[in-house]
């Protein structure tokens, strides 16, 4: 079992390839990942020069209270405009940039929504702003590739300890697509939460990405054979996303930080950055800074029509109303 790194065992970590194709910039960019994830019901706007495709941004066509809404395909982290900008000197790469993503987005289907978190190549989201686009950041966290040695030296100590104790108590399992599904089900209607997966969707996302070497749903079994906690995460040529987790609701956070861990060293043997994909609750802010992390901006870009922010702002409200009447029974 492994207990921590040593220094005789450690990997030097490669340098990360430069990414080749400027019009498939992540993972989920990539064809068989949309045909999977949206059942081969993905579209995009494309922009061509010279007889060739310079630029794509692909969306799924969804309804929202009755409304048509153009969003991410199911576990689809950042998409947003996919360029070649060609060659050049800066300004004129920037421009050529800016031109082809205005392009895109004035190609886009009447939507009530658009929404979208852009990937990390995307350098700004002027285009957007200027087609009246509401834009905003959000974060991640982001480990660089490293030696074995620096990135457990980087971690917080308290982090160390819960994967050293999880090394000593689980074992490592390579889970098949079904059982991560039947898993992640079980672990929610343990807590009284809805399932936001759609399973259509989510066991072919499993099952072509394992398929392709692109993806891994990772588990940890206790010493009874029962599985504690389960990741699922896809790379790349540059990056390792953390796509999901699921535990059981008794367990505590030693064993998926020993999944985490386990995730960023095979990272950064091969050079990859280990992106978290996302910070949402103060705790899972301090959850994952513990993992010695640099944070990055992402731009999220949505528009929508008057009617339906009429309609979302109705039912929210309706909601609120329907949860205090709740709370009102249940005090007597």
């Not at 800066?90 to 939507?111: A, F, Q, W």
């Not at 790349?236 to 995730?263: C, F, H, K």
Request: include cysteine; charge should be positive.
């Amino acid at each position: 079992m492994n207990i921590a790194p040593s220094p005789s065992s450690l990997k030097k970590a490669k340098p990360a390839p430069k990414r080749r194709d400027p019009l498939n910039p992540t993972i989920f960019h990539e064809a068989w990942w949309l045909e999977a994830a949206t059942a081969g019901r993905y579209e995009e706007a494309t922009v061509s020069s010279g007889g060739r495709v310079v630029g794509r941004l692909p969306y799924l066509r969804k309804q929202r209270f009755g409304l048509q809404a153009c969003v991410m395909p199911e576990l689809s982290l950042f998409l947003g405009p996919a360029v070649d900008e060609g060659n050049g000197g800066t300004v004129s790469r920037n421009l050529r940039r800016g031109e082809i993503t205005r392009d895109l987005i004035e190609k886009l289907p009447p939507c009530a929504l658009f929404y979208q978190r852009l990937h990390r190549d995307t350098p700004d989201a002027l285009p957007f702003i200027q087609h009246g686009y509401t834009t905003e950041a959000v974060f991640t966290y982001e480990v660089a590739p490293d030696s074995e040695e620096t990135l457990w030296r980087k971690m917080r100590d308290r982090t160390r300890d819960l994967v050293r104790s999880a090394q000593e108590q689980t074992d490592l399992v390579d889970l098949e697509p079904e059982a991560f599904r039947s898993l992640y089900r079980s672990n929610l209607q343990k807590r009284s939460k809805s399932d936001y997966l759609d399973r259509s969707n989510a066991l072919p996302v499993f099952e072509a990405a394992l398929s392709r070497g692109r993806g891994r749903l990772l588990g940890a079994r206790d010493v009874r054979g029962n599985i504690l906690a389960a990741i699922f995460y896809v790379w790349d040529d540059d990056v390792t996303y953390y796509v999901l987790t699921t535990r059981t609701p008794d367990m505590q956070n030693g064993v998926v930080s020993r999944l985490i861990w386990e995730a960023m060293r095979e990272s950064a043997a091969h050079g990859r950055i280990f992106d978290f994909a996302g910070l949402g609750s103060f705790g899972s802010v301090l959850f994952y800074a513990a993992f010695g992390g640099a944070v990055h901006p992402r731009f999220l870009v949505q528009r929508t029509t008057p009617f339906y922010g009429a309609v979302r702002s109705t039912l929210a409200k309706s909601r609120e109303i329907i949860g205090n009447l709740k709370d009102r029974r249940l005090r007597g």
